[in-house]
């Protein structure tokens, strides 16, 4: 490898400090026509990438770039990163179409390569295999599925009904060698079906998924181990790290089938054969190739990093400017990356090319240079120009490309003796630095309130249509790049935000909710939000670090990185800010994860019960131990679904409720906090990690609606897991988090649908989606909505495209929903007629919310359907402290001490003085406080006394109470019914 200096002093060696580069053609058995023509029109001559360092000091000229060796791809990226050399890439995807040299030399696709491997080891005696006794695995046990054998296999009938999840059936191995290294078999489809998921469970339970493309005739297919990749939902222990594979001679089971989370899948009927299922070998030669990678090279690519387009027409830029390219009608386009240098990126990516649609919006870029550290480049025409053309535009390169011209962009050392006898100037890139001059957000105005349980703006009630939004210029970015996010210098471009939000605009949309993470976005943060202000929209913006219980569930709050963003973003009044969302997807996590509170849960139990003995007693049921100290409960306890009621339900019971008090509790103090910098805006926090109400995630123990809503201004649902067939349940929940929060708005933080790699069907879906949304906010009467996500394109780290905008600008059906349903949403009609409520109580099932969803689901579906919209009440909606259920929580009769059921309290202080204390009281519970029966138990080591409340206190009503005369006490709230209850807040003056 050189370093940027060896470099240097190679290119004054080697060659003239004014000398271009020499233009080469890569030209290795697979060039066609295109690239003869190429060859001939620049007179370069032909090279191969055998010898990567043979070809420093070149500009390698790639004229058919889409199909490519996998044994050449190291040397590629040798050529790049290695040598530093200069690429000109034409048509592509680049390296979409990887070949492999097969048994008699020829290039041929991976497919065909291993469709002809040997099948020496059948896996599976079809002979005596039962299909009736074969497992199912199946997320909708009531769709229909036949199964029949054939002489070699067999055929399967099923349908897929929403929402769609898996599908299959699987097949007991017998061992085969070891050293195979391919799966064949032979497969055939009907119309619907164009892939098979294939799992592959080892012995060990390690379980490994591939995706084989299937089509109506019968065919050959063969997958390499390299193929399969670790699933994580397995039970084996250190399998699937780096280098790991799948071990054909230890597979157990075979699945075969469909699975939503590793093809795009629609509703229906789907068909299929499977013949053979043997394994064989293709040796060390494929596998070396086969692990190679394509470079990351950005503006080129792997293929993600690129998008198909058909522009209008096309404008050629600086360089390119006067070549005769044309306006083709199809292009690649690279998707857009940062224009500026900014410290802390290695590259910036040059338009040559720009192509606009027909509204007049550029829209893609038909050829883009990248620049890099070091002295690398490489340029991608994403279509074949006229040769002629061709080599006039290397040509240009080669000049611009001289180590002069290089160093003079700091892209290499510049030599003092070479520059103290250079004379002229390189023709350099106009390419600037830095993100440009930014807005300051100084605009001073009215902000979003709520009223009467609704958003309200300019004394109207305002609807939030909104969107979560990334930029399209984030698409298939790496990982490193995409979470260093883009409102940070590195990858703040304002040019390409103008367009997005103008987009946003044209559909109506008016809010968008995006991450704050770092102090050094805070300037690029001020600039977007007065660009948003210019296009109408309002900005919902997750703070970093304000999550209650993440790092910890008991650090100084005060001391926390949020408080230092909201300061340095400084928006406080700003009209075009609409909320901050203090926690993304909140959960205590999977027992691993929850012990961690095990001392807090003690604590608590203490407080509630007075001991773990007396909760025990009341439980009917021990608590949790892990060697020796109590715990939580365990993971299977959360997902029990029976036969006959759990035994631990009302341990669980109980933990759900602690898990709401401390949330509640850190929440409270979080937003005190904020509010002592900004005060003039809402604050939220999306609550259902994985979808609330939905059963999947249970696990993960994801807050509830309930955690924290005395404090937040309104109730953020998220919608994963519903979709048009269940749409219904989705409407439950919304009226599930009008009560959780008392009436307070409710706002869809989060839904949507993947739609990459499944073509028009997925689309459509997605739309449907956004339909079946649209229909029950309005229906509802929901206070706002914000699908996942604006950009349409690759998101590398999750394998998904949730975008409602393609990479060229063009809306997709799901955000045409949205402008089709703007108007409608701004003048606040459709709500249902209130119907019968529908009486809930969590503590009946360990899952929670979702057992109530599951439990509720048809009643409320029979009455949401037939125009009717219900309530949701408890046994204590309406009632005090001096009528409610005389229980405690889990439902068991009250005994004290215990956390009655909808009896609850919280306690802060407001201010200290020598011997004063002011202190808030709020309402947590769903009982009103009786001013004749609840009152404030002061104890100090000089007694006890009672403070009585001025008037009733109804449900997260607060009350301010002066204590004076204290040294060291402890405050609570009780009930003459009930004894204390809520919190204890301990004092020391």
């Known amino acids: 490898m050189f370093s940027a200096s060896a470099l240097a002093t190679f290119f004054l060696i080697t060659a003239a400090w004014d000398e271009p580069p020499e233009v080469v053609v890569w030209d290795e058995e697979l060039g066609g026509e295109y690239t003869r023509a190429v060859r001939d029109a620049t007179g370069a001559r ?21 199909v490519f060796p996998a044994a050449r791809l190291q040397a590629l990226g040798d050529y790049v990163n290695n040598i530093r050399g200069h690429l000109l890439a034409v048509g592509g995807p680049a390296f979409e179409a990887l070949v492999y040299r097969d048994h008699a030399g020829k290039w041929v696709p991976k497919e065909e390569l291993l469709a002809t491997v040997t099948a020496e080891h059948p896996l599976i005696d079809w002979k005596t295999l039962d299909l009736a006794k074969c497992n199912r695995g199946s997320s909708q046990k009531d769709a229909y599925v036949h199964y029949a054998p054939i002489s070699d296999g067999y055929s399967a009938e099923l ?19 070891s050293g195979d290294d391919v799966l064949w ?47 994580r939902d397995s039970w084996s222990q250190g399998r699937g790290g780096p280098g790991d594979q799948v071990n054909l001679s230890n597979a157990g089971v075979i699945s075969v089938g469909f699975a939503a989370s590793h093809q795009p899948l629609e ?17 060390p030669e494929f596998a070396e ?17 690129a998008f198909e387009a058909q522009p209008v027409r096309c404008e050629a830029l600086g360089l390119a400017a006067g070549i005769g390219f044309g306006n083709p009608n199809r292009i690649i386009s690279p998707v857009a990356r940062p224009m500026r240098w900014v410290e802390g990126r290695d590259y910036v990516w040059q338009p040559l090319v720009k192509a606009y649609n027909e509204r007049g ?10 620049w890099r550290q070091g002295g690398a480049t490489w340029t991608y025409v994403g279509f074949q120009p006229e040769p002629k053309a061709l080599a006039e535009l290397a040509r240009r390169l080669a000049t611009t490309l001289t180590p002069r011209a290089l160093a003079e962009m700091k892209l290499i050392p510049r030599p003092e003796t070479a520059l103290s006898t250079a004379t002229g100037k390189p023709p350099i890139p106009a390419i600037e630095p830095g993100v440009g001059p930014l807005l300051e957000a100084t605009e001073r105005g009215e902000c979003v309130s709520v009223k009467d349980g609704h958003f309200m703006l300019d004394g109207k009630r305002w609807f939030a249509h909104g969107i979560n939004f990334w930029p399209l210029h984030v698409s298939g970015l790496d990982p490193k790049d995409y979470f260093l996010h883009w409102l940070t210098p590195q990858y703040y471009v304002p040019e390409c935000l103008d367009q997005d939000l103008a987009t946003l605009e044209s559909l109506g949309v008016n809010l968008v909710s995006i991450q704050y993470h770092q102090a050094v976005e805070a300037p690029q943060l001020r600039d977007f939000v007065t660009r948003c202000g210019r296009h109408g929209i309002k900005v919902n913006i997750f703070l970093e670090d304000a999550h209650p219980t993440e790092p910890s569930a008991g650090d100084d709050l005060s001391q926390r990185r949020y408080l230092e963003l909201l300061k340095a973003a400084d928006l406080a009044g700003n009209p075009h800010v609409f909320a901050y969302d203090l926690a993304w997807e909140p959960r205590l996590g999977t027992y691993q994860n929850r012990r961690k509170y095990d001392r807090r849960f003690e604590q608590w139990l203490v407080e509630q019960y ?50 709401d008090d401390l949330i509640s509790r850190r929440y409270r103090e979080v937003i005190r906090l904020a509010r002592k910098i900004d005060a003039t805006h809402l604050f939220g926090a999306r609550t259902g990690y994985g979808g609330t109400g939905t059963p999947g995630v249970v696990t993960q123990m994801q807050f509830q609606l309930t955690s924290g809503a005395a404090h937040l201004d309104f109730v953020s649902p998220e919608g994963y897991g519903y979709g048009p067939m269940n749409i219904a349940d989705a409407a439950f929940v919304n009226q599930y988090a009008r009560w959780a929060g008392n009436g307070k708005p409710t706002f869809w933080a989060e839904f949507g649908l993947s739609v990459w790699k499944g073509g028009e069907p997925a689309l459509k879906q997605q739309g449907e989606l956004y339909t079946a949304f649209a229909e029950m906010a309005q229906r509802t009467g929901a206070d706002g909505w914000a699908g996942w996500w604006y950009p349409g394109g690759y998101r590398v780290d999750e394998n998904s495209d949730y975008g409602i905008i393609a990479p060229d600008r063009t809306p997709r059906p799901s955000a045409e929903v949205l402008r089709h349903t703007a108007a409608s949403f701004r003048e606040g009609s459709g709500a249902l007629t209130p119907g019968e409520p529908i009486v809930v109580d969590r503590d009946l099932a360990p899952q929670g919310l979702a057992a109530i969803v599951t439990e509720h689901s048809k009643v409320f579906a029979e009455s949401y359907n037939a125009g009717k919209l219900p309530t949701v009440a408890t046994a204590g909606t309406g009632l005090t402290s001096t009528n409610c259920p005389f229980i405690s929580v889990g439902g068991v009769p009250f005994e004290k001490p215990s956390p009655t059921q909808f009896l609850n309290a919280e306690i802060t202080v407001l201010k200290r003085e020598p011997g004063t204390i002011e202190v808030e009281l709020i309402n947590t519970g769903e009982a009103i406080w009786m001013a004749d029966d609840c009152h404030v138990v002061v104890e100090t080591t000089n007694g006890t006394r009672q403070l009585s409340l001025p008037k009733d206190v109804p449900r997260f009503g607060r009350r301010t109470v002066e204590i004076n005369d204290v040294g060291s006490a402890q405050i609570t709230m009780a009930s003459t019914r009930f004894g204390t209850f809520g919190e204890r807040l301990n004092m020391g003056l």
């Open 46 to 66: 032909a090279v191969t990438l055998e010898n990567a360092e043979a070809l420093a000091g070149t500009l390698l000229v790639l004229p058919e770039c889409r």
């Open 159 to 177: 349908d897929l009904i929403e929402p769609v999840g898996w599908e299959t059936v699987e097949l007991p191995c017998t061992p085969t060698p």
């Open 185 to 231: 078999f032979r497969a055939s489809g009907s119309d619907k079906t164009k892939a098979l998921l294939i799992e592959v469970r080892e012995r060990d339970g390690s379980r490994w998924m591939a995706t084989a493309s299937v089509s109506e005739s019968d065919t050959e297919i063969g997958l390499h181990v390299s193929q399969f990749q670790f699933w």
């Open 267 to 283: 509703p229906g009927r789907y068909g299929y054969t499977v013949r053979g299922l043997a394994t064989g070998k293709i040796g």
């Open 289 to 305: 190739a086969a692990r190679a990678e394509v470079p990351r090279l950005e503006g080129l690519c792997p293929s993600y990093k």
């Open 361 to 370: 919006e550029w829209c893609a870029t038909a050829c883009a240079t990248t």
């Open 610 to 659: 007075g001991s773990v003995d007396h909760a025990e007693k009341l439980w009917n049921c021990p608590a949790n131990r892990k060697d020796g100290k109590l715990t939580g409960p365990w993971d299977e306890q959360l997902i029990w679904t029976g036969p006959g009621v759990a035994p631990h339900r009302v341990m669980v019971a109980a933990y759900r409720r602690f898990a």
